[in-house]
């Protein structure tokens, strides 16, 4: 059974900092994203990460302030945001693909999703 687990989220102030973590089982995957989604708007790209040779892709509105990242051994991809603005509350979600075409950003490319977590950035 494939599982994609997150975990992390919570209620922190604006400048702050919060590490989702997105635990892994039941299949090998060639790149994992991060996504979000806030009431009202659509689901948005975050981030992904290949996990052979470890490149990393990032949306323009969290680069430099959100760093992807994964540990192997654990089979885990982590989410590290710092700079919290209010803007960025949301659910978070991690996905999962094995397959190699098309753009990371597309959520259409990930079979597997997360149940979310909810990040939440007061002002």
């Known amino acids: 059974q494939v599982q994609l687990v997150e975990s992390g989220g919570g209620l922190v102030q604006a400048g702050g900092s919060l590490r989702l973590s997105c635990a892994a089982s039941?299949?090998?995957?060639?790149?994992y994203g991060w996504f979000r989604q806030a009431p009202g708007k659509e689901r948005a790209f975050i981030a992904a990460?290949?996990?052979?040779?470890?490149?990393?892709y990032y949306a323009g509105s969290v680069k430099g302030r959100f760093t992807i990242s994964r540990d192997n051994a654990k089979n885990t991809v982590y989410l590290q945001m710092n700079s919290l603005k209010p803007e960025d509350t949301a659910v978070y979600r991690c996905a999962a693909t094995r397959d190699i075409y098309g753009t990371d950003a597309w959520p259409g490319k990930y079979d597997f999703w997360g149940q979310g977590t909810q990040v939440t950035v007061s002002s």
């Open positions: 990460i290949k996990w052979s040779g470890g490149s990393t």
């Open positions: 039941g299949l090998s995957f060639n790149t």
